[in-house]
């Protein structure tokens, strides 16, 4: 992915860097990130006749900076799209909305290493206190906050998520499914290449080589 070129993909063709690591496996009793007070979606199919996908632009905006804001981060277990044995319209790392022919994949996950500058408490923080209408629905650490009131809770409160997976090796970050929306890339409320007070500390103590060299690697944790 380049800053000003968008990657869009063959269905099927799932480059590794964008595979959700999180969703659908076996050890997590395939949970799909989705969330559980939302309504039920009577079609469980993906829609037919498209041949290619693409992450929607807001998320790889997002991608983009988290990166910029902790370039030393694991990427363990990051991810856009699910794979084809979890294909369904319930879970949004799948390309249910077709945008000229092409599926959209909507949701994003992005590790927690706070060790790195990369605290998901910190960036679940963040991301609800801009109340960005770009988001949908968070899910951090045993608990999902969506943007419109859900389960009896107000916009932005957080719920308890009781998913199989316990989302706390990563948050997932849904954008609403409307265009304007998924598609902008206007920058989202974080700061920019700020060390995390966290990571300054480690920084001072000689901990962390902040030297700004990203690192590209995947890491299984
Ligand atoms: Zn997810």
């Not at 099927?12 to 997590?28: T, Y």
């Not at 030393?72 to 991810?79: E, L, P, T, Y």
């Amino acid at each position: 992915m380049t800053d000003d070129q968008e990657t869009i993909h063959r269905i099927g063709e799932i480059p590794e860097v964008e595979k959700a690591q999180a969703i659908g496996s076996a050890d997590n009793k395939g949970d799909m990130h989705n969330d559980p007070d939302a309504l039920p979606i009577s079609r469980g199919g993906l829609e037919a006749g498209v041949k290619s996908w693409r992450v929607a632009r807001s998320l790889d905006t997002l991608l983009k900076q988290i990166n910029e804001w902790a370039p030393r981060r694991s990427k363990s277990s990051d991810g856009a799209i699910g794979d084809a044995a979890h294909a369904s319209r319930s879970s949004d790392h799948n390309p249910w909305i077709v945008d000229s022919g092409v599926g959209v994949v909507t949701a994003r996950d992005f590790t927690h290493d706070p060790a790195h500058g990369c605290d998901c408490n910190e960036l679940s923080d963040l991301l609800r206190a801009s109340r960005d209408p770009r988001i949908k629905y968070m899910i951090w650490n045993r608990r999902i906050c969506a943007s419109e009131a859900k389960g009896g809770q107000p916009p932005w409160a957080w719920r308890l998520y009781t998913g199989a997976n316990p989302h706390d090796h990563h948050i997932h970050v849904s954008v609403m499914p409307t265009k304007m929306h998924y598609d902008s890339t206007n920058a989202w409320l974080l700061p920019s290449k700020v060390p995390t007070a966290a990571a300054q500390a480690l920084t001072q103590s000689g901990a962390v080589n902040n030297d700004g060299d990203p690192e590209g690697t995947r890491r299984r944790e």
